[in-house]
């Protein structure tokens, strides 16, 4: 690895409940033991790492994104923004333009092509980061604000804010949202390396093939991490194997993993089957990463 | 009176559309006149995103008193419809427009 420039590794997965924040606080957990990490919960509609993490945030900040804001009064009816916005957020409606924050997508070309500047750009709040250090782990939440639609802007701000703030963390851990849309290729984008989280059923199966295909597309370098081993069937085995994708570890199915989950506990302390996956998968991605 | 449909083509004989945003025609029939006008909304199959504020903003300077539809129109839409003193009716899934207005007419269509 470069020791220059932090390494910024995604867990992401196509299905939900696969194991990815279960993957994210132990990994993170474990690699704070010898060395700073990053923990960033880019999961920011539902963002529960926290819940792992011990302490209070320091620091909490608010994110905005930038919407437009019609000026009645410079405004003459001409019509630019309608025909410039490709989302349809702003519309003419009789003698008012109206705004449709959760259509707009702050691009500002109904802003700047506007002749009469009659369109403001002005924050509109979407979310906000906590952040808390405890010992060599930084951890930091970005949470989505009640009836905002879109996670995007949060998430590309969330890893600006990270390259301005965190670089000097040379391990970066990002859990991300589940699923294949725009959330995941953002949070996904400008990362190293992206650990899929799946489970040994025809669920998991599915979806997984969805996030190769969507990682691929983006010419990501990537793993697979089996959770609950042991259920199910050899299919998604079967599956890395012949499209030659490296299985990076194997969690057993537990039931001490799981009481420990869901009890908040980070199981990678006392749990050794745990504790031996998750080695395995730092191993694991370090030689991926070195590889090349 | 100006009654908007949601259609899948532009003749009495279409079916309704039962998407608003969608909606490949919107046909307007002027029961003052008596005609019968189709607007080709098909282009907006082509948008990604906005295709409900699209078409509201369609339907918004058409100005009807009435909208006869399947689904009904989404939030958004629906926001710019209700600056509109206008009626939706919904649920005339699978009839053409025709049988849509007789059922209009005998105030059998569910009012949204």
């Known amino acids: 690895m470069d020791k220059s420039k932090p390494v910024k590794i995604a867990i992401a997965s196509g299905k939900g409940g696969t194991g990815k924040t279960l993957i994210s606080t132990n990994l993170a957990s474990y690699i704070s033991e010898k060395t700073d990490c990053l923990l960033v919960d880019l999961d920011v509609e539902e963002p529960n790492s926290k819940i792992f993490i011990e302490g209070d945030f320091s620091l909490q900040e608010e994110i905005f994104k930038a919407i437009p804001q019609w000026d009645e009064s410079r405004c003459t009816l001409c019509g630019a923004c309608t025909t410039n916005c490709k989302f349809h957020a702003v519309l003419q409606l009789g003698t008012m333009v109206a705004v449709f924050k959760e259509l707009c997508h702050s691009c500002y070309a109904c802003s700047e092509l506007c002749p009469e500047e009659a369109l403001p750009m002005k924050p509109h709040k979407i979310g906000e980061i906590g952040i808390l250090k405890n010992g060599a782990l930084n951890f930091m939440e970005c949470r989505l604000s009640l009836e905002e639609e879109q996670a995007v802007p949060l998430i590309n701000q969330a890893h600006e804010y990270v390259n301005q703030h965190f670089s000097d963390s040379s391990i970066q851990l990002f859990d991300c949202p589940p699923g294949t849309s725009c959330p995941v290729i953002a949070a996904t984008k400008n990362t190293d390396f992206v650990v899929l989280a799946t489970e040994p059923t025809p669920f998991g199966l599915n979806d997984l093939r969805l996030a190769i295909e969507t990682m691929r597309g983006l010419n990501k370098k990537f793993g697979v991490v089996i959770n609950r081993y042991g259920i199910g069937d050899d299919e998604v085995e079967n599956y890395c194997i012949s499209e030659e994708i490296p299985i990076l570890a194997r969690i057993p199915f537990d039931r001490k993993i799981a009481e420990d989950y869901s009890q908040g506990k980070i199981a990678v302390r006392g749990n050794e089957k745990l504790r031996k996956a998750i080695s395995e998968l730092f191993i694991n991605i370090e030689n991926h990463l070195n590889h090349d | ?112």
Do not use: C
Not at chain 2, 30 to 44: Q, R
Not at chain 2, 64 to 76: K, M, R
């Open chain 2, 1 to 112: 009176m100006k009654i908007l449909f949601t259609s899948t083509g532009s003749e009495w004989d279409s079916l309704i559309d039962s998407r608003f945003g969608r909606a490949e025609h919107l046909v307007i029939f002027d029961t003052d006149t008596n005609e019968l006008k189709s607007y080709d909304n098909s282009a907006v199959k082509n948008e990604a995103h906005g295709a409900g504020t699209a078409t509201a903003q369609k339907v918004f300077d058409l100005k009807p008193d009435v909208i006869i539809t399947g689904n009904g129109p989404g939030e958004t839409a629906l926001k710019i419809l209700n600056l509109l003193e206008l009626n939706i009716y919904v649920d005339a899934h699978n009839l053409t427009l025709k049988e849509s207005y007789e059922k209009f007419q005998n105030e059998q269509l569910q009012k949204l």
